[in-house]
């Protein structure tokens, strides 16, 4: 892959990045991921400037700690999934912001169908991806998952990882 991504590009990633999640492959998910990655999932509502360090969110993991999450929604004893959730991801608007410092910023927007207990839970927001390419494949460097939703009512959680 060359240093220049193109929308193709990024969207093929993106795409194989819901697939691995709706296949519950976590750990080739994890693999997506470069050391010294973050993942965030702002409360909903939560301003688009939210800052992780000042305000609660859902999910603010750096490399360690999103190691730690795979882990332990892998274990069956993990209760929150087990039987684990099913879940499909729609991945649309793909569109390149920007280049910064080696890295491509990308913008998507997501639509995770999540069902368990025969209860389906819709969650709708979009994604912010910081991509590197390393050893020639596509690497995150930050992805924050935000929540277009006032609330999570009537779902309640976010046990799944968007």
Do not use: C
């Not at 301003?47 to 882990?71: H, N």
């Not at 793909?94 to 995770?112: D, P, Q, Y």
């Amino acid at each position: 892959m060359s240093a220049a991504l193109t929308r193709p590009d990024v969207e093929d990633f993106l795409f194989h990045e819901a697939a691995l999640l709706d296949d519950w492959r976590l750990e080739d998910w994890f693999a997506l991921f470069a050391p010294g990655a973050t993942y965030e999932v702002p409360t909903a509502g939560a301003a688009e400037t939210a800052d992780s360090s000042a305000v609660l969110f859902y999910v603010a993991d750096d490399y360690m700690r999103l190691r730690y999450r795979v882990d332990r929604l892998l274990d069956p004893g993990a209760h929150s999934e087990q039987p684990r959730s099913h879940g499909t991801r729609v991945i649309s608007n793909v569109r390149i912001l920007g280049r910064e410092g080696g890295e491509t910023v990308v913008a998507s927007v997501f639509v995770t169908y999540r069902n368990k207990a025969d209860r389906t839970d819709v969650y709708f927001g979009h994604h912010r991806h910081r991509l590197v390419t390393k050893d020639g494949s596509l690497r995150i460097t930050a992805k924050r998952s935000t929540l277009a939703m006032s609330s999570l009512r009537p779902q309640g959680r976010v046990s799944i990882i968007l």
